[in-house]
């Protein structure tokens, strides 16, 4: 197997979120594992078939969604406590706040800076990756009522990234999957528009990165959305793993039909677990259809 990198740069506003009332609200660029591989998965399986996408459920790994700007690469800020931080709680805890993302060419100087309790405040960002924006659109089944969508538009030379692995027997699939899936876009509102992007660039990753990737250290931080398997949900309540949790739910069309995902609680990307979690895909479908998958496992980041 082997890793990829693929830098995605969107040419309309994305939008990641969530309905309330009349109007549709979100700022935020979190795109999670799971919601990028439902896209492939689906976008697959109309391109090819659905025992094709199935490959995509064995000897495959991808993470979420995470930011970059120009060359630079941004990984989730880990979930970590030290003793350092417990000592200077107060300032700390007001300077992480401001962080989200580090930089993967400091990501090691900042655990270290992270142990010894040493100033964070250089590793919060200068320029922000993208704005919010509002369009206001017309529903014309309903006397044409206007509503309002919020989105969000990547500044110049910033986007998403996702690092990818897998044979490469399925590359050529793989690539024209992410080409057809760049003109019918991801996230929410595809059909005014939102979603669509250019493949940037596709990459393969320095051997530093790759050695992150497969090591062996202590800590893994988790750069994929994570449900544990039973027998790890056990070992979580022992461990010394520092994790969020969030919580999953969603629609995936099915025939041009909407069918509802059962709701499911993973494990956040950027969680750091002490022991080599593997997590799972789980069958979600709450009516009887073909199955509808949530990907959930582990693709992981070491931390000495």
């Known amino acids: 197997m082997n890793y990829y990198i693929y830098k995605l740069k969107f040419v309309t506003p ?17 795109f999670t594992s799971d919601q990028i591989f ?22 495959f790994y991808i993470s979420d969604l995470f930011p970059f700007m120009e060359d630079k690469l941004y990984l989730p800020k ?35 800076d992270l142990k010894k309790g040493n100033d964070l405040l250089k590793y919060k960002l200068t320029k922000p990756f993208f704005k919010e924006v509002y369009q206001t659109k017309y529903n014309f089944s309903k006397e044409q009522t206007p509503y309002t969508v919020s989105g969000i538009q990547f500044y110049k030379n910033c986007g998403l990234y996702f690092i990818v692995s897998f044979n490469d027997e399925i590359k050529e699939e793989f690539d024209n ?17 939102y979603g669509k992007f250019e493949i940037d660039e596709i990459i393969k990753p320095s051997l530093d990165i790759i050695n992150s990737l497969n090591s062996n250290c202590k800590y893994k931080m988790l750069l994929s959305s994570v449900i544990p398997t039973d027998e790890e ?12 949790v969030i919580s999953r739910s969603g ?13 499911t609680s993973m494990l956040k990307s950027g969680s750091c677990i002490d022991f080599d979690i593997k997590g799972q895909i789980k069958e979600v479908n709450k009516e009887n259809v073909r199955s509808i998958y949530r990907y959930a496992k582990a693709l992981k980041w070491g931390i000495e």
Do not use: W
């Open 177 to 193: 999957v992410i080409r057809s899936l760049s003109f019918s876009g991801i996230g929410g509102k595809k059909s005014s528009g």
């Open 14 to 30: 994305v939008r990641f979120g969530v309905t309330k009332g009349n109007i549709t609200n979100d700022n935020s660029s979190d």
């Open 78 to 112: 880990p979930i970590m406590i030290f003793d350092s931080l417990v000592e200077n709680k107060n300032k700390d805890r007001k300077i992480g706040k401001k962080i989200k993302y580090i930089q993967i060419n400091e990501f090691n100087e900042y655990i270290n």
């Open 38 to 59: 439902a896209s492939i998965f689906n976008e697959y399986v109309n391109l090819y078939s659905i025992d094709k996408a199935k490959k995509l459920l064995n000897d």
């Open 233 to 244: 949900v056990m070992m979580l309540k022992t461990s010394n793993s520092f994790y969020s």
């Open 251 to 263: 629609f995936s069309v099915v025939n041009g039909n909407m069918v509802k995902k059962k709701t």
